[in-house]
């Protein structure tokens, strides 16, 4: 069965420095996403993408975060510089096209910044 | 109470009984979504249903949605300890750009 995967699974980075997640959505999919869960608390919406632009993206999504479809397969978050309260995990998903198609989610990427 | 809210927060049965979730959102929708998510791991899609449908099963799930209520709940029949997860409830909300709005969750824990 096709699923989404993300790399790393885990990533350890010193505050003020940059990362980049990669997710890598199920291949006929069109619709992508990135979500962050800070521990305990409930998976919020970072941002949505389509057609090779941001189609929406939350308060939470500022200045220092970039998504990018480098090409037919990935789909990357990268924030320019980390803070603390970066620290979360982060879930990419992507949907089918069409309207009222479920959202897959990939397995995470565990982001620690010290 | 905020697009969302599960309840109970926690809920704990023993293998073989039955386990009802419920959760209550706030806006109108396009659909919501449960998912499941075993301790610091990713999330699991378990079923999708539509503002106008009712009422789905898949396997030992069953989900029903009252949007004048606005609620749905989800309940696991026959659970297995493999059932223990946390549960939550994602709402796309008409409209919308089908961002998912997630709730709280429930932490469902079956005895053996």
């Known amino acids: 069965e096709p699923e989404v995967t993300q790399t790393p699974s885990h990533q350890v980075t010193q505050m003020g420095q940059e990362v980049i997640l990669r997710c890598v959505p199920i291949s006929n999919h069109l619709y992508f996403y990135w979500y962050r869960q800070i521990l305990g608390q409930k998976v919020e919406f970072l941002v949505s993408f389509y057609n090779n632009e941001i189609s929406e993206k939350s308060e939470i999504f500022d200045d220092q975060f970039s998504v990018e479809r480098p090409d037919g397969s990935n789909f990357t978050l990268k924030i320019r510089s980390t803070k603390l309260e970066d620290s979360a995990m982060y879930f990419c998903?992507?949907?089918?096209?069409?309207?009222?198609?479920?959202?897959?989610f990939g397995p995470g990427t565990r982001l620690t910044v010290t | 109470s905020q697009q969302g809210e599960e309840d109970p927060q926690a809920l704990s049965i023993q293998e073989g009984e039955n386990a009802t979730m419920n959760c209550s959102y706030k806006?109108?929708?396009?659909?919501l979504q449960w998912y499941r998510q075993n301790s610091g791991r990713g999330l699991v899609h378990l079923i999708l249903i539509r503002s106008n449908e009712r009422e789905k099963h898949s396997g030992r799930l069953r989900v029903t949605l009252d949007t004048s209520k606005k609620s749905s709940s989800l309940l696991i029949t026959a659970s297995r300890a493999a059932d223990t997860a946390s549960y939550f409830c994602?709402?796309?909300?008409?409209?919308?750009?089908?961002?998912?709005?997630f709730g709280t969750g429930t932490r469902l824990t079956i005895i053996p």
């Open positions: 806006t109108s929708i396009n659909n």
């Open positions: 998903a992507s949907r089918g096209t069409g309207w009222n198609y479920e959202q897959y």
């Open positions: 994602a709402t796309d909300a008409a409209g919308g750009n089908e961002k998912l709005t």
